[in-house]
């Protein structure tokens, strides 16, 4: 099979030929036909998340859809040719999804959306699965609840954003005006992100703060979130990576979550909740509830780097995706 291979931090992806996997016990063979890409995969190919890169030469990639082509010992959920979508690999010993194919543990995966192409259920996973962890799993949403989400038509953002309105929330979003019609699409009231806490604070809780806040971009949006959330709210948060000062929300006796999506992968715990996360996520899909927001653009194995660049760049609108198939 073909396959990129990124043998230092920061140097250029080399297409190489190898063998193509087999699959071990409780594994499947699946061919890529899609391959998501997000800003965490660029990190670790320029060597800036240590907690996440696999020792080098690597196969890099973390989400994929595909088809499956092979079963491994005792994997009864799946069978050869079903379409399957999953956060897959790509970090410490995982083979990555920058490949034709890869050995995946049946656990991470789900069937594809029928209503999907493959593109599309590739740009799904980790943002979707990031989401779901933080505002389900950890900040126990509940019906009439009012959420703040941080950058909402960013990838995790659109995915809270959706996720938030199928529970029954009241959500609000920080954008940029140029996007404030993506989240008006998926039901939330955009706020224009230059606004200042207070003020929209004021506007929308009439000055009690919000139940719920899901921060997917770090740093000051962290510290807003710290100044907006009620008594006794929630906040969620994937990008929690500075330093803060955390007596504001304390005194608030609000719960902090930090979100690492990438954990079941790493430290094999926990990955076939990611597996049940997704067969829910295909009924909203197929429902008509939930729909990723896909870049327009083409990128193959032969520009993967463009890709990469494309996610950090901010030239994207939506989840970059790179056809393998």
């Known amino acids: 099979m073909k396959a990129l291979f990124t043998n230092t931090y920061e140097s250029e992806f080399v297409k190489t030929e190898i063998a193509k996997p087999t699959p071990k016990k409780g594994e499947v063979l699946v061919k890529i036909h899609a391959s998501g890409v997000n800003p965490i ?52 010993g995982l083979q990555g999804t920058l490949a034709e194919y890869t050995a995946v543990d049946a656990d991470l995966l789900a069937i594809k959306p029928k209503n ?90 009439n000055g009690k703060g919000f139940d719920i806040i899901y921060d997917t971009i770090g740093g000051q949006a962290f510290d807003d979130s710290l100044k907006a959330i009620r008594h006794y709210g929630q906040i969620s948060s994937c990008y929690a990576f500075g330093t803060h000062t955390l007596a504001i929300s304390s005194l608030r006796n609000a719960s902090i979550h930090g979100v690492f999506v990438l954990r079941p992968m790493i430290g094999n715990e926990g990955r076939k909740h990611h597996g049940d996360i997704l067969k829910e996520t295909t009924k909203f899909i197929e429902e008509g509830k939930l729909k990723p927001l896909i870049d327009p653009r083409t990128f193959t194995l032969n520009n993967a780097m463009e890709a990469h660049k494309a996610v950090s760049d901010n030239s994207a609108i939506g989840k970059i995706v790179i056809d393998i198939t």
């Open 41 to 92: 995969d660029n990190k670790i190919r320029l060597g800036l998340s240590p907690y996440a890169s696999p020792v080098l030469p690597a196969i890099l990639g973390t989400d994929l859809a595909g088809v499956i082509e092979e079963i491994g010992e005792d994997v009864t959920e799946f069978k050869v040719g079903d379409e399957v979508y999953g956060l897959a690999g790509g970090v410490l």
């Open 116 to 205: 999907l192409s493959m593109k599309e259920a590739a740009g799904i996973p980790l943002v979707l699965l990031t989401a779901w962890e933080g505002l389900i799993d950890r900040a126990k949403i509940q019906k009439g609840d009012k959420v703040l989400v941080h950058a909402g038509a960013g990838g995790v953002g659109h995915m809270v954003v959706q996720l938030a309105k199928i529970f029954g929330a009241d959500v609000y979003a920080t954008v940029s005006s140029q996007k404030a019609e993506i989240v008006k699409s998926y039901g939330a009231t955009p706020i224009d992100k230059n606004t200042t806490v207070d003020d929209y604070v004021n506007q929308y809780t």
